[in-house]
């Protein structure tokens, strides 16, 4: 697969890359490497200029099966929290979309799911902290339950104690649902984490992957695990080769 935009300019080139259905997949490496450009491909919001790119079992995102986190919560400032993730519901066509009282009774079970409390469904963006708004931001992604979520640094602007803390929210979501997870993140400790595989991108393309064999759940204390230090170790050792 190939990206090129109109200024010359590569994201990826040659670019080779297969995830199996139910996989977390992190992508790791450096900004500018092209793996939120990856990204937006698999979410058919950026054409490749070569290459083919399949997803199977097939998924219509506008139908509702595939899922999106944004790097900010990117949530509309005139809806509550609840109506932000009954948003996608509302999209869906035909017989698929719900109706109002369904939606509402949707997008509340999946707040409270992600950690949100009923007094604060009816809350608009401002009157929630920056954990909050992500929490919302990944119920939407997940309220037409997709079969592929992916997910654009969600957690970069957060302390490292709320980033640990939706990561785990994240974990235990995957691990009862078992849809498939794709996670860009520079975070190399979050990636070795959170996923079981790790592809580590530089320079526009794949230049190594790193299986992660730690059983789940992962408790915080795998940080210092050998296994989990070693994985760390090899991506850092992966990124100084090829910068």
Known sequence: MQVRFQDGSVAFDDLKLAV???????????????KTTLLRCLAGLQDLTSGTLQLEPAVEPRRGGLGFVFQGAALMPWRSAWQNVALPLELLQGTQRPT????????????????LQPEDFEKRPDQLSGGMQMRVSIARALVTEPTVLLLDEPFAALDDM??????????????????????????????????????????????????????????PEVFRSEHHLACVAEISGLLEETS
């Open 20 to 34: 199996s259905p139910g996989e977390f997949v992190a992508i790791a490496g450096p900004s500018g490497c092209g």
């Open 100 to 115: 109002a009282n369904e939606r509402k009774r949707i997008a509340s079970e999946w707040l409270l799911k992600v950690g």
């Open 162 to 219: 709320l980033r640990q803390r939706l990561g785990q929210m994240l974990q235990q979501i995957w691990m009862e649902q078992g849809r498939t997870v794709v996670l860009v993140t520079h975070n190399l400790q979050e990636a070795v984490t959170l996923s079981q595989r790790v592809v580590v991108m530089n320079r526009g393309g794949v230049v190594g992957q790193v299986a992660v064999d730690s059983k789940y759940p992962r408790k």
